[in-house]
């Protein structure tokens, strides 16, 4: 007792060790009958852990809870690494990895692969993941900014025999960008920023095609992209911007006047 009064850890230690109890039942539950009711518990959990309304919020085990998802996503990203995956974005409810394909088929191939690894592992058999967009290309800066082409594939019947099927790729550009969010309206800036991020991303797709384009290419031809077609277009942004702000100043002064 005298412990647990200093230490939020083992305050908490047998809470934790009943919440654990009770999600093992639940995913025990879920996989051999099917428990609807388990699996509602199962996917309320974090937000009765998370929401100052709930009966079960407790902020110390809130944060025990954080810090032991977020040890798991590391397990999870060093061993998707091992696999062979690249990852660029992870969190308890995202992961965006890179498969090092260049063709989607190939990439589907080896997503599988990394799946079926993962459910054989201990570690991470209870853990529910599913590819949900494939990139052709993608530039990433974070959650909620980042600008892609992404790609599936659609399969459909051509005639009456079930095995002849056609597949044909349909792709859609995305584009996720709050730091546009942030920048002004006047001048057309905000729409100038997406033109420039769209076509940096049309050109390296184009590129990307050829057979010779390796690492060092990539590299190469990024660098070249920049210098020779988008460094200018956006020295003209940030102008803009400096001009636009001077006015602002500008204005303000007189006002004080």
């Known amino acids: 007792n005298t412990i647990s009064a200093f230490d939020e850890g083992a305050a908490i230690d047998a809470a934790l060790k009943i919440l654990k109890q009770m999600l093992t039942d639940c995913v025990r539950d879920i996989a051999q009958g099917g428990n609807k009711r388990a699996d509602e518990v199962v996917m309320s959990l974090s937000r009765w852990l998370r929401s100052p309304n709930s009966l079960l919020f407790d902020p110390a085990i809130t944060r025990s809870v954080s810090i032991l998802e977020r040890k798991l996503i590391l397990l999870l990203a060093a061993e998707c690494e091992r696999l062979g995956a690249k990852i660029i974005h992870a969190t308890p409810t995202k992961l965006v990895l890179d498969t090092g394909k260049r063709e989607l088929e190939q990439g589907s191939a080896f997503t599988e692969l990394l799946l079926q690894s993962l459910g054989q592992n201990p570690l991470f058999a209870a853990l529910h993941m599913a590819p949900v967009h494939t990139w052709t290309t993608l530039l990433w800066c974070d959650g909620y900014n980042n600008t892609g082409v992404c790609e599936k594939r659609i399969e459909h019947n051509n005639g009456d025999n079930e095995t002849s099927r056609e597949s044909q790729r349909k792709t859609e550009t995305r584009h996720h960008w709050r730091l546009a969010d942030d920048l002004p309206n006047e001048g057309a800036v905000q729409e100038e920023f997406r033109k420039i991020i769209t076509g940096y991303v049309m050109l390296y797709m184009q590129q990307q095609t ?48």
């Open 210 to 257: 050829k057979e010779d384009f390796d690492m060092e290419a990539a590299l190469t031809f990024r660098h070249n992209l920049v210098k020779q077609h988008i460094g200018h277009r956006l020295f003209r942004v940030v102008s803009k911007l400096v001009s636009q702000r001077s006015t602002y100043y500008a204005a303000a002064s007189l006002v004080k006047v």
